[in-house]
């Protein structure tokens, strides 16, 4: 293993303010995100959409790493270029998503595990050969009065590890991401107990697998209220909480932490994101980055809508986006920045 080699992607990663771009939605979602906007689920639009992502001018001054799905990795502009040539000489780093996705847990009714591990280092040597440099693998896991069962997360964070362990095998940073669905009725304490119960289980078996928690990015979910719980807790509370959650569960040896966005708006995932880093930077003992695909897509996706003629304003939308992330990482965003 290069350790070294590891550290240093994972720097590269965390560093400058930049942040990481999730475009890397298996063609299921992709098309259901699509179809809610009259847009073709094509192998082209999928295609075109990426390529409006990837040739946006300047976002590589805000994101330092793309996450790709497998079709994407392989697909190229209409030009001819690989999508991979045009984010690297972009000075954003290729990232490749390898897990198989979340499937129904035999014995565990309304939970899920992430499938993937069979073949997967052969699938990494694969993708660092076409220029990937780090990975990702989802884990996900539900909330409601009896869930997440132990079994649910036990299974979820040792698949997790044997990812990580086999990234780095391969050269390449894994992120390790555990996500907490924001879904049910729950409070933010309950998801504040669930998310440490959680994380506690993922980096024991990060440690009984040998993974190299300098050569990793956990992407974690935020600490909030269930998106149906009655109460929904404030800025204040949710950062609080998601601290001192993180605070009790994630080593010092770990560098960076970005946050997925879980169904947040654009807008409130930044307010908070910048509001953790505004509050707790001088004590923080790992970078507070972010990950995410709906809080800085979506905007985009929208104006977009299939039409070449939108191409340009939804570019801007993105740009903006990720500006705007890049600007919470510094604690220097405000809503104002969102305003017309
Ligand atoms: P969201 O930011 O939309 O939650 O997506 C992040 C991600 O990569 C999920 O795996």
Redesign the pocket.
């Known amino acids: 293993m290069n350790f070294q080699g590891l550290i240093d992607t994972a720097k590269m990663l965390l560093a400058g303010d930049r942040g990481l771009l999730?475009m890397?939605e298996s063609n299921l979602t992709c098309n259901k995100r699509f179809s809610t906007l009259g847009i073709p689920p094509t192998e082209e639009a999928r295609r075109a959409y990426r390529e409006l992502i990837v040739t946006t001018p300047g976002l590589g001054d805000f994101i330092s790493g793309a996450?790709l799905f497998d079709e994407t990795i392989r697909q190229h502009k209409k030009d001819g270029t690989l999508f991979v040539k045009t984010i690297t000489d972009a000075a954003i780093i290729p990232g490749i998503?390898v897990d198989a996705g979340a499937k129904d847990m035999a014995a565990h009714p309304g939970e899920k595990i992430t499938e993937g591990l069979d073949g997967l280092r052969d699938r990494l040597s694969e993708y660092s050969k076409m220029g990937a440099r780090f990975a990702?693998w989802?884990a996900v896991i539900a909330m409601d009065n009896d869930l997440p069962s132990r079994g649910c997360i036990e299974a979820n964070a040792q698949s997790l590890a044997r990812y990580a362990a086999l990234c780095q095998e391969a050269g390449l940073v894994p992120i390790v991401?555990p996500?907490v669905l924001m879904s049910g009725e729950h409070t933010l304490e309950r998801c504040c107990e669930v998310t440490e119960e959680v994380l506690r289980t993922v980096f024991k078996q990060l440690y009984t697998q040998r993974v190299a928690l300098e050569g990793m990015i956990l992407?974690p979910n935020m600490v909030l209220s269930g998106l149906a719980c009655p109460k929904q807790a404030g800025v204040d509370e949710v950062v609080e909480a998601t601290m001192r959650c993180l605070f009790r569960s994630v080593p010092a040896a770990v560098p960076g932490i970005a946050?997925?966005?879980?169904?947040?708006s654009g807008e409130l995932?930044s307010v908070r994101l910048n509001a953790m880093n505004t509050r707790f930077k001088s004590r923080l003992p790992w970078t507070l980055s972010f990950?995410?695909?709906?809080?800085?897509?979506q905007p985009a996706l929208e104006i977009w809508r299939g039409e070449e003629a939108h191409v340009k304003a939804a570019q801007q939308a993105l740009y903006h986006r990720a500006k705007c992330n890049w600007a919470a990482r510094r604690g220097e965003y405000n809503t104002e920045m969102d305003r017309p």
């Open positions: 999730a890397d996450i998503k990702k989802r991401e996500e992407k946050f997925l966005s879980g169904g947040q995932a990950s995410f695909a709906r809080a800085i897509q």
